[in-house]
């Protein structure tokens, strides 16, 4: 596997169900990050881990917990989440060394449907 | 608050040139980035700028004024594979990155 892997890429959940998105990177990059991207809007930032520590949560809702078990793996769990929730779910990584351009690397993308 | 704005869709002919402009108000500046995303796929890195003027990468090149707060990306010899959504992002004083909603290019024969 090479790059950014995401899986799965499509999920159907009921209000009422957990589910686990999976992220993992083959960059051995120290930063990861979960993205929210809804039709026609910019993407939100959810989560951001540098070295394993999560440093960013940007007023995200409690029924999405991260999970970065070490810096090669992402997670994000799911409950009782609502409809308007639906959206591609990205993740992506990066090397970040202070200043510089240190571009992401996402991966396809998680394309959730709550029912 | 930190806002970029750029164009929702554009339409070009195969074989010609487009510009895609992006404008911000971001608190402080730390570059900015240009991103490909083609239906259904992954955003890919295409060009940074964090000082004045173009940069150019084959037939993409993206241009910054930062006193103007405003950037382009140039593609020239459009092909049908360039059909796709182009993001801007600046990074902001907290090295955050600051997106924009994506311009929608559609490219015709």
């Known amino acids: 596997e090479t790059g950014v892997t995401q899986t799965p890429r499509h999920l159907v959940m009921g209000m009422t169900n957990k589910k686990s998105l999976k992220c993992e990177q083959h960059l051995g990059h120290n930063a990861m990050y979960w993205y929210k991207q809804s039709a026609k809007k910019p993407l939100e930032l959810m989560f951001v881990?540098?070295?394993?520590?999560?440093?960013e949560n940007n007023s995200v809702p409690s029924r999405f917990s991260p999970e970065c078990p070490n810096s090669s793996h992402l997670f994000l769990h799911l409950h009782t989440l609502q409809p308007e929730d639906s959206a591609l779910y990205l993740c992506?990584?990066?090397?970040?060394?202070?200043?510089?351009?240190?571009?992401?690397?996402f991966g396809p993308g998680t394309r959730l449907t709550v029912t | 608050g930190q806002n970029i704005d750029q164009p929702t869709e554009m339409t070009a002919t195969e074989g010609a040139i487009v510009q895609i402009n992006c404008t911000y108000q971001t608190s402080g500046f730390n570059g900015l980035f240009w991103y490909q995303q083609h239906a259904g796929e992954a955003p890919t890195f295409l060009s940074y700028?964090?000082l004045d003027g173009l940069e150019e990468k084959g037939r993409f090149s993206s241009f910054l004024s930062r006193s103007k707060g405003y950037s382009y990306l140039l593609l020239k010899e459009l092909q049908m594979k360039d059909s796709a959504s182009y993001l801007c992002?600046?990074?902001?004083?907290?090295?955050?990155?600051?997106w924009g909603a994506g311009t929608k290019l559609i490219i015709k024969p």
């Open positions: 700028n964090v």
């Open positions: 881990y540098n070295f394993k520590e999560q440093t």
């Open positions: 992002a600046v990074r902001d004083s907290n090295y955050q990155l600051i």
């Open positions: 992506a990584s990066s090397q970040e060394q202070g200043a510089g351009h240190y571009e992401q690397y």
